[in-house]
């Protein structure tokens, strides 16, 4: 007599394959995301860290390949229902309303919660995000970067995703900035949040990773314990030094 059939991961990527024209960007990955986890993806520029993570969004067709959440095949739906199953997606530029206000654009995003879910209230999202609430009437445009990475974020959580994807969220913000978003990154994970990240700041992977994916010409490389990369120096100089 068999057991109970385990819980899928909450992503489960499986030979995922993406092309720009004939150029094929990215060879057959496959990995998952747990309940609770953060996952990053690492490498040089154009390694693939970035496709990947709009590969899962369908912001690039897939070539080959599955995505799935919770069990569910995302893989060649159109971005707005994917979104609409549980993933949130923070791109790189952001894409702030940079005429609307903070909480104007905290609006835009909101979405009722699923049921048996914790769902993100302005309240909420100011308590995650602090520097926002005393912001909160200034128009996005005339925010910092740091500032405006955090509405970023904080915009897509209103969504109330399963599973956050993040793309370079450190990129051009100052030391004292990323470590403010490395305790966001830490508090969503404790809430349960699935998260991926593109990143090439190994100091902010150290701060919020449980694994890393190394990718290297659209492939994975070396997959493991972020604490086993940090420890190899020679692992780290193979695949990220520049």
Known sequence: ???PA?????????????????ARIL???TFHVARGEVV?????????KSTTLKAIMGLVPPAAGRVRLEGRDLAGQPPFRIARAGLGYVPEERRIFAGLTVRENLAVGMRP??????GWTEERLFALFPALAALRDRPAGRMSGGEQQMLAIARTLAGNPRLLLLDEPSEGLAPV????????VRALRAEGLGIL?????????AAVGDRALILETGAIRWAGPLATLLAEEALRARYLAV
């Open 113 to 118: 919660a699923p049921a048996g879910q914790r």
């Open 197 to 205: 990240v593109s990143e090439q700041n190994l100091r902010l992977a």
């Open 40 to 48: 990053v993806l690492l490498g040089r520029n154009g390694a693939g």
């Open 177 to 184: 900035v990323v470590e403010r978003l490395a305790e966001a």
């Open 1 to 3: 007599m068999t057991g």
């Open 27 to 29: 060879a057959g990955l």
């Open 6 to 22: 385990a819980a899928p991961p909450l992503l489960a990527v499986e030979g995922l394959e993406a092309r720009y024209g004939r």
